[in-house]
């Protein structure tokens, strides 16, 4: 089992990655550890900003992810801004409620994630990015997942017998299968070595 530390103390990224990563030890990040700012132009440039802080303070593997929504209403905001798009200290709730409100239910939004991967002990870095596209729903539905998914009606769920569900409504196994995230692991672990 090859052990991979994830620039991360989000205890739900943690967990998915665990899910997702199946052969893989996901390590969070050592509480001494400081991550650099967000403060990149796009997802790659904070992935890689992250990932490359703990491999170097490290020394490990490290694998770091930056991820947002994308309403096309919006002209692609929140964006990289996501995880505070209703302020600095912004919960997942209030950070929901600005999007609904802002956006028209029914819109076009696009999830994506970019993972980094950085090894000191290769001198290697790579990105890996992954795409799930869908619609706005006009409120909130399902208790699963976590941050825009109680809103998100992704494109590639076939729906239950009450119509096309959000990602909040989905079970692991079917969110990991069409997920931004779960494609971009995908891609990421049919590039690195085990």
Same mark, same amino acid.
């Given at each position: /089992?090859?052990?991979? #530390? #994830?620039?991360?103390?989000?205890?739900?990224?943690?967990?998915?990655?665990? &899910? =997702? /990563?199946?052969?893989?030890?996901?390590?969070?990040?050592?509480?001494?550890? @400081?991550?650099?700012?967000?403060?990149?132009?796009?997802?790659?440039?904070?992935? =890689?900003? +992250?990932? !490359?802080?703990?491999?170097?303070?490290?020394?490990?593997?490290?694998?770091?992810?930056?991820?947002?929504? @994308?309403?096309?209403?919006?002209?692609?905001?929140?964006?990289?801004?996501?995880?505070? *798009?209703?302020?600095?200290?912004?919960?997942?709730?209030?950070?929901?409620? +600005? #999007? =609904?409100? @802002?956006?028209?239910?029914?819109?076009?939004?696009? *999830?994506?994630?970019?993972?980094?991967?950085?090894?000191?002990? &290769?001198?290697? @870095?790579?990105?890996?990015?992954?795409?799930?596209?869908? &619609?706005?729903?006009?409120?909130? !539905?399902?208790? $699963?997942?976590? $941050?825009?998914?109680?809103?998100?009606?992704?494109?590639?769920?076939? $729906?239950?017998?009450?119509?096309?569900?959000?990602?909040?409504?989905?079970?692991?196994?079917?969110?990991?299968?069409?997920?931004?995230?779960? &494609?971009?692991?995908?891609? #990421? =672990?049919?590039?690195?070595?085990?």
């Amino acid at each position: /089992m090859s052990r991979l #530390l #994830l620039a991360t103390r989000n205890a739900h990224k943690l967990r998915e990655f665990a &899910r =997702l /990563m199946p052969g893989h030890e996901i390590v969070p990040l050592p509480d001494g550890v @400081e991550l650099p700012p967000e403060d990149g132009e796009t997802f790659a440039e904070n992935a =890689l900003g +992250k990932a !490359r802080a703990a491999a170097a303070a490290t020394g490990q593997a490290a694998i770091a992810d930056d991820s947002g929504i @994308e309403a096309q209403a919006l002209g692609g905001r929140p964006g990289i801004r996501s995880a505070r *798009y209703a302020g600095e200290d912004a919960t997942d709730e209030q950070n929901l409620a +600005k #999007l =609904l409100a @802002e956006a028209p239910h029914g819109s076009p939004l696009t *999830y994506v994630c970019v993972i980094a991967w950085v090894d000191p002990s &290769r001198g290697e @870095e790579r990105t890996f990015e992954g795409r799930c596209t869908g &619609r706005l729903a006009a409120e909130p !539905r399902g208790e $699963g997942g976590f $941050g825009y998914d109680p809103a998100f009606v992704p494109d590639d769920d076939i $729906g239950g017998p009450a119509g096309p569900r959000s990602m909040a409504q989905l079970d692991d196994a079917e969110k990991d299968h069409i997920s931004h995230r779960g &494609r971009a692991v995908r891609s #990421l =672990l049919a590039a690195i070595p085990d």
